[in-house]
């Protein structure tokens, strides 16, 4: 019998696992520290061989990037590869800190303006010009026979499944797609009757479709664009802004007009995606360096094998980068260091192992974990659990700054002191109002990317009519209502696509 298995069989029998919890602990720290250890050595190896194998030289599409990664390079010399001293990993473990949540917030923002970069895309999807074009040449609001064709097509295509799921992902499908002649009372009534759907479910279930509906409505996250930390980026937006409030983005304006406003959208959002895959790697290295750190005091002899594995190829890597000239580190990954990056699967399967026992251990052993001082040890653990995850910018168990929860404290407070699990018709209330604050914000702008905001929530929306007779009224509706040829037709066509390609699937 292992460890492990003795200290579930005292947790069951209630008896104090003096010997038990401290081992387990040890070997919890160990499994964190190998397979954060040899993953940073892979990933900072990887990194250096970017660098020094570029041809034109290589740069940072921001210049706070770089220095994140020019401290990191220090945090390794100093904490990682130095001399164990608590003073420099105390102040290794802050650095870090920091770090993360400033990469972790950039990203919010940087993918925030990436939503609403997407909704500029919808907006221009519509403003091609149609006159000419013959295959939709048929496309006409007052043509009754156009009406009544089109909504028959779009309802067969609806229903051509038994199966509710599909028959719902088809509904927010095109309706997305159609125009949007909705007002706004009508918007909010469909935004309520969505969240009802959620009374009596867990709260991270509305928390996820919370957080699905603001990022494709581009209000994840709000900074001012006029105010960016993004200087650039932050003026492209308010362009954007500006031209679709004056109206330079008028319905069948030229090609060569239109073209030239679609390659500055593409541009922009190439700039913010290659913005957050700097972010999202750096943040990475962050994480495993800082569990890493983290863990490091704790470890056994079998750490510090696999340590010994990948560290000359750390200190030459780190030694090139900070040398300011990096050179490629590729003659030093010899055997050892490729048979660690071998251990990576199996040390992950043994992770996620332990995760399972860390959480009943920490939901039955509170009193013993404090008692055997083993509080620090278990929030390091905890720290590690979060950083060696897939969610890259998981929020560290108590640091509030970083969290992405879309819920208020005060909306799941119980008011009793305690915390809400399930969903109730009073915390959707709070949430509706909330989101209705938002989207009015959001609807201040111009009416196109009001527009655009409703057609990007409805295609998030699980619940649109009361049967199917509704259905067939609001597509006459739309249909009839867009006096917008052009818009029309781009709608038409964009459904035709659709159907189209659910007939390829099929």
């Given at each position: ?10 947790l069951?029998?209630?008896v104090?696992?003096d010997?038990?919890?401290?081992a387990?602990?040890s ?5 964190q520290?190998k397979?954060a ?6 990933n900072?190896y990887n ?8 041809e034109n030289?290589f740069?940072?599409?921001d ?23 608590p ?11 920091a770090f ?8 919010k ?9 997407a ?6 999807s ?8 013959k ?6 609001y ?5 009406v009544?064709n089109?909504?028959?097509?779009l309802y067969?295509?609806?229903f ?6 599909v ?16 007002t706004?009372?009508r918007f909010?009534?469909?935004?309520h009757?969505?969240?009802?759907l959620?009374i009596g479910?867990?709260?991270s ?6 957080y ?8 994840l996250f709000?900074?001012?664009p ?17 031209a679709?409030k ?7 304006m030229?090609?060569e007009?239109?073209?030239g406003y679609?390659?500055d ?11 957050i ?11 495993f ?19 010994k594995?990948v560290?000359?190829?750390?200190r030459?890597v780190?030694?090139?980068l ?14 050892n ?5 071998g ?10 192992k332990?995760?399972?026992?860390f ?6 052993c509170?009193?013993f974990i404090?008692?055997m001082n ?13 950083l060696?995850?897939?969610s890259?910018?998981?929020a560290?168990?108590d ?8 819920l208020?404290e005060?909306?799941?407070?119980d ?27 959001g609807f ?14 409805i295609?998030?929306?699980n619940v649109?009519?009361?049967d ?6 609001y597509?006459r ?7 917008d040829r052009?818009?029309l037709?781009a709608s038409?066509?964009l459904?035709d ?10």
């Open positions: 019998m292992n460890n492990t298995d003795r200290l579930l069989k005292a069951k029998s209630k104090a696992p010997q038990e919890l401290p387990f602990f070997e919890m720290s160990t499994a520290y397979y250890v040899t993953t940073f050595a892979f900072y990194y250096n061989e970017k660098l020094a194998t570029e030289g740069a940072f599409s210049e706070d990037v770089t220095l994140l990664h020019k401290a990191i390079d220090e945090i390794v010399r100093d904490a990682l590869l130095g001399d164990f001293d003073i420099v990993r105390e102040k290794a473990i802050s650095k870090l800190d993360r949540l400033k990469a972790s917030m950039r990203t923002i940087l993918v925030t303006y990436a939503d609403v970069v909704l500029y895309n919808y907006v221009l519509r403003l091609e010009d149609y006159s000419d074009n295959e939709y040449a048929y496309v006409d007052a043509d009754e026979n156009f009544t089109t909504t028959k097509r067969d295509f609806i051509h499944d038994k199966d509710n799921a028959i719902n992902d088809k509904i927010r499908g095109v309706l997305s797609q159609l125009p949007i002649r909705m706004k009372v909010f009534d469909l935004l009757n969505n969240l009802t959620y479910s867990e709260v279930a509305l928390n996820g479709m919370l699905r509906l603001r990022s494709a409505c581009g209000l709000y900074e001012d006029s105010k960016s930390v993004f200087e650039s980026i932050g003026k492209s937006i308010v362009s954007l802004e500006t679709s004056s109206g330079a983005f008028k319905s069948g030229s090609k007009m239109l073209e679609e390659a959208v593409k541009l922009l959002d190439k700039k913010i995606h290659k913005l895959e700097d972010y999202t790697q750096v943040a990475e290295l962050i994480n360096l800082y569990a890493a750190i983290l863990s490091k005091p704790y470890v056994t002899i079998d750490a510090n094998e696999r340590f594995m560290e000359p190829v750390l030459a780190n030694a090139s900070l040398s300011g000239n990096p050179v490629s580190a590729a003659a030093l990954a010899d055997e260091f490729q048979k660690a990056e251990t990576l699967e199996d040390d992950l399967l043994n992770i996620n332990l995760n399972g026992v959480e009943e251990v920490q939901n039955v509170g009193d404090e008692a083993l509080s620090a040890q278990e929030k390091c653990i905890s720290y590690s659990k979060d060696v995850s897939d890259i910018f998981a560290l168990s640091n509030k700054e970083e969290n992405t929860d879309m208020s005060e909306t799941l407070s008011g009793k002191g305690g915390i809400k699990e399930n969903v109730d018709a009073e915390m959707i209330e709070k949430v509706f109002e909330g989101l209705k604050e938002l989207f009015e914000n201040s702008g111009s009416k196109q990317l009001s527009r655009a905001r409703m057609a990007a929530a295609s998030n929306f649109f009519f009361q199917n007779q509704e259905i067939v009224d597509i509706h739309v249909l009839t209502a867009c006096h052009n818009e037709c038409i066509q459904e696509q659709l159907m189209m390609g659910d007939a390829e699937e099929i």
